[in-house]
């Protein structure tokens, strides 16, 4: 779904709920929407400063909140690091981590699909909700540290 339907579903889906769209409101709808980096609040409060700055970010946890519970933002809960938002695919998904940039990828597979089902009926287990996440160093991360291998190498040493 592209950001523009996916900010007018968001916007109906508030209003069928009755909630008011706000100007600050849109903004936050409009930064989740069109994001695929998986942004923290801190990110979308700072992003939202330029053209509300009175918003406060207690606003932008209570939106968040709010979208959350009504099924349209996947939060992504990482101790040691602040919570990530995920409002392009509010489903349980796979998401990529790396462990040292914090770059959160969305793979285009479909390898859990049936996951839950098939543990469900092996297991007896009622499940109620899913997480799956992958830990290691994207692309970029791996590049800089094989040129840093590689520069640290040809060094000499006295």
């Known amino acids: 779904m592209d950001s523009s ?32 980096e998986h942004p923290s609040a801190t990110q ?14 207690g606003t932008v946890y209570k939106t968040l909140t709010l979208l959350k519970e009504m099924g349209e933002v996947l939060e992504l809960e990482f101790s040691g690091a602040e ?13 990529l981590l790396c462990v040292q940039c914090r770059r959160i990828v969305d793979p285009k597979v479909d ?25 290691g160093l994207c692309p970029d991360c791996q590049s800089k540290a094989r040129t840093t291998a590689k520069n640290g190498s040809h060094r000499k040493t006295k």
């Not at 100007?23 to 709808?29: D, G, I, K, V, Y």
């Open 83 to 95: 919570n990530r938002y995920d409002g392009n695919n509010p489903y349980p998904h796979l998401h």
């Open 44 to 57: 979308i409060y700072e992003r939202m400063q330029e053209q509300f700055p009175t918003t406060t970010l």
């Open 5 to 36: 339907t996916r900010f007018q579903h968001l916007m109906s889906s508030l209003k069928q709920r009755g909630y008011r769209a706000t100007p600050q409101r849109m903004a936050l709808l409009k930064i989740i929407a069109a994001s695929e």
């Open 111 to 135: 390898l859990l699909s049936h996951l839950p089902t098939q543990v469900a009926k092996k297991t007896g287990f009622q499940i109620t909700g899913q997480r799956f996440d992958l830990y």
